[in-house]
């Protein structure tokens, strides 16, 4: 076992340089399972399948048998660099230059891994085989994608082999500004669906004659829209309601289209469920739809249906208060900050681990993810997996009374 100190950010650099654009994995998976079996942990790589999309690999990891088992959990899968000739350095060269490691997933989200592996790794030595509990990964090569054979999978798949998880921290680039600035301890809910109105395709010079489906779509959409649907909650902002595409007519000026529809999104919080989000949005739609005033040319009521599209999340909160303390104090230790709780952006795999034990989510800061030039300051990688470290030592202490 080899038991020199890691170093976050040679482990960052050799995930860098596997081309792992979602689905392929590119050697990221296999490079990181060997450092964790070169400290002891049992790793598996697994794979899995569904008819219509790429199979997925994923890695489980663990150290140790003992209860409490923290969790780390990540994917090291990466959106595509886009046009490669636009980068400074090339996506997977994993250049370093400045102090900055240049490469596609250097903050999202390989650097992140890179912090807690090392963090682990050297926890795990220092812990010279008197080691209190349990740490596991739960890597997937699957959440920039379709996330259908990732996360979700992989939580089954270990739940059917007894494997229990106590507490989960998800190393998604959560900092805003500096590193450690803020903790996600939530995620809105996210519902999609069209809205179609069905009316009577006709000229456009006798309209008493058609039913003009781009008239009642308007009505529906200003009875959507007009009113928030929340002022938020103690820790969410208010949900939002946005129209994402907008289609209708025949592309000749003078018919009438039969049928108009439009895309909208919502992000919503803890004051909603996609199941009571419709009922209101379907209230909305029904009293808007029935009232006549809508239709001053004696017309039907406006006709129209709302389609889901399926995957909606829910929202949630972690409710644990020594999960987020803990974190929260390694991060003052190491930066001196308070970190603000935050349950902004989008999704992420923390809707799926919280089913299974309490998640919170910290890592580096997002700023470049996604974009031309990704990357991330050498030190700012130190700074987070030292922060790791601290938590670590932390978490072992407080949940085995190991000190006071
Ligand atoms: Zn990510």
New binding site residues.
């Given amino acids: 076992m080899n038991n020199g100190p890691a170093d976050p950010v040679e482990i960052a650099a050799s995930l860098i340089r596997c081309d792992s654009v979602t689905p392929r994995d590119g050697g990221a998976l296999p490079a990181l399972a060997r450092f964790l079996d070169g400290r002891g942990f049992h790793t598996e790589i697994v794979r899995f399948s569904e008819p219509g999309t790429p199979d997925i690999d994923n890695l489980y990891a663990r150290f140790g048998s003992k209860s409490p088992c923290l969790v780390f959990a990540g ?1 090291t899968d990466v959106v595509p660099p886009g046009d490669e000739s636009r980068w400074r350095h090339p996506p997977f060269s994993a250049d370093i230059e400045d102090g900055r490691l240049y490469g596609r997933g250097a903050v ?2 390989k650097g992140g891994i890179a912090a807690f592996a090392a963090a682990a790794a050297n926890y795990i030595s220092a812990c010279n085989g008197d080691f209190p509990g349990s740490i596991a990964f739960l890597i997937t090569g699957d ?2 994608g379709p996330a259908v054979n990732g996360t979700v999978k992989l939580l089954d798949w270990a739940a059917r082999r007894g494997e229990r998880f106590d507490h989960c921290v998800l190393g ?2 959560t900092s805003a500004e500096t590193l450690g600035d803020q903790l996600k301890i939530g995620r809105r809910g996210s519902y999609s669906f069209t809205l179609t109105v069905e009316g009577t395709q006709g000229h456009v010079a006798y309209p008493h004659l058609a039913d003009n489906p781009v008239r009642g779509l308007t009505t529906l959409m200003d009875a959507l829209l007009a009113t928030p649907l929340d002022e938020g909650s103690e820790h969410f902002d208010p949900s939002t309601l946005e129209p994402v595409g907008l289609e209708a007519g025949t592309g000749a000026w003078n018919v009438i289209p039969g049928r108009a529809r439009v895309s909208m999104n919502s992000r919503f919080n803890d004051l909603w469920t996609s199941k009571t989000l419709r009922a209101e949005l379907e209230r909305r739609l029904e009293a808007a739809s029935g009232d006549m005033r809508h239709r001053p040319d004696g017309k039907q009521p406006i006709r129209w249906l709302i389609e889901e599209l399926p995957g909606a999340s829910q929202s949630f909160l972690a409710r644990d208060e020594d999960l987020i303390g803990l974190l929260k104090s390694a991060v003052a230790a190491r930066t001196g900050k308070d970190p603000k709780l935050s349950t902004s952006g989008g999704t ?1 795999d923390a809707r799926f681990i919280k089913d299974f034990c309490p998640v919170v989510e910290l890592g580096l800061v997002g700023k470049t ?1 996604h974009g031309i030039d990704e990357n991330v300051p050498v030190e700012e990688l130190k700074a987070l997996s030292a922060i790791y470290s601290d938590f670590i030592e932390r978490y072992f202490d407080f949940h085995t009374g190991r000190k006071a």
């Fill in positions: 994917h999202d989200m959440e920039e998604e680039p992420s993810m």
